[in-house]
């Protein structure tokens, strides 16, 4: 199991490098889903299977999948690197690692060495996730469903106005 | 699930179930395109394949060698890494899919209870569907890839069909794991054994969900018919348009592939629809302990075939929907039908449950 962990987050992390370090557009929304697949199988090590699943079908399945009809809509090929800032080249790689230092600390702090995960104990079944859901925390998943319908309707609104 | 104490054994076993399944599939495809080519042709009155062995049973060897042997031409201005990707990616997917599927109940040998299923997951119902949505990018990627006018056409017409049909299949099955409560598929089976009863009273009605679901299992199948690609919803390939869709530029044993990954996604959900409105592997069962193990298989087979033969069926007598009509069909009448569905199971089960 843990040897299944280390070669998965490797994956993830590999293919997350790769999303930013491709220069074709489909390469990097692919490097995408092998990074969404991964983390389905490190929530799949932890026990959660339905989130491991529900994973793979929204983000991988669906979202990514619009990502890559607009990629081949847009026909979009190699992007030439900009040469427009050279600030953001220099400082851009110490801003990403100080950014990295301050996560692993975070985490270093919530979870010190040798702590167990909490995360087994807890049922991740789609019946306590539902219960979660629709009874606990039923105004932010109401609030976020009307937050993504003004998107998708603010996105039409703009889109009619083109044309 | 079988249960072993024997770790290296369950291991075994599992490799030989992949084995037989994968053997079996192969076939049942080779001898599906024989029955379609056979049906859609005594369809339009005429003999169908029947040089190649008696009534042409030898023809999809012929077809398969035909396939290993034809050269395989790799377009120049290609992306051959996705080129190559995708064909393999559909192929594996479309397998992958098969292995939470269960063909019948299980049986007892040297004390070990083998049951007629790969794996039996917590959340089959779920993985079948996750599976089939990566599905699209064996499609869509084979058009981009091939850098043509029609595949890329043909790629992205499956992926706005495909995007749109999962919502209608996906909310489709909602009312029957509302009343099986388990998304287990194995469970979903075993909750349709017996007969329906109507205030007590014994119907001689199975206790399949088509008889509580019938809207559900007419999404579900149309839902299923535009996810697998298949007449009357196939136009990422429409021939007399696109002229091969997104495997135009394809040959030999890469079109192939996505030859046999479209057969055996047709099986799949073939299987899904047996199993959750039609109580796969139930049916009567009689006679000594092999007939009772043989017979549920038997009835599954049987149900599946009539799903098959009703896809060929369809093939031979529908015409192409147009794409616009398409895209109408799914968003404003197919997916308003799903919701409506899961509405009215809801308050019935919820009144069901609390009378």
Redesign the interface.
Known sequence: MVVLFYIFAALAVLAAISVVAQRTP?YSA?SL?VVLCSLAVVYLLLGA??IA??Q??VY???IM??F??VI??L?AGREAPSQRSRFAHWLGAPLVAAFLVEILLAVWRQFPAGSTHPAASLDA??AAIGHLLFRNYVLPFEVTSILILVAILGAVVLAKREF | MATFSDTGLLLLITLIKIAVVVVVMLTAIAYLTWLERKVVAHIQARWGPYRVGPHGLLQPVADGIKFILKEDIVPLEADKVIYWLAPFLGFTLAFLSIAVIPFGESFTIYGHTISFQITDLNVGLLFIFAVTSLGVYSIALAGWSSNSKYPLLGGLRSSAQMISYELSLGLAVVGVLMIAGTLSLRGIVNSQAGFWHVGGMNTFLPHWNIFVQPVGFLVYFMAAIAETNRVPFDLPEGESELVGGFHTEYSSMKFAMFFLSEYANMITVSCLATILFFGGWHGPVFGPYVLRVILPVFWFCVKLFCFLFFYIWMRGTLPRFRYDQLMAFGWKFLLPVGVLNILVTSFVVAWISSS
């Open positions: 489909v692919l889903i299977e339905f699943v529900i793979v079908i991988a399945g669906a999948v619009l890559v009809f081949m809509l026909n079944g789609p």
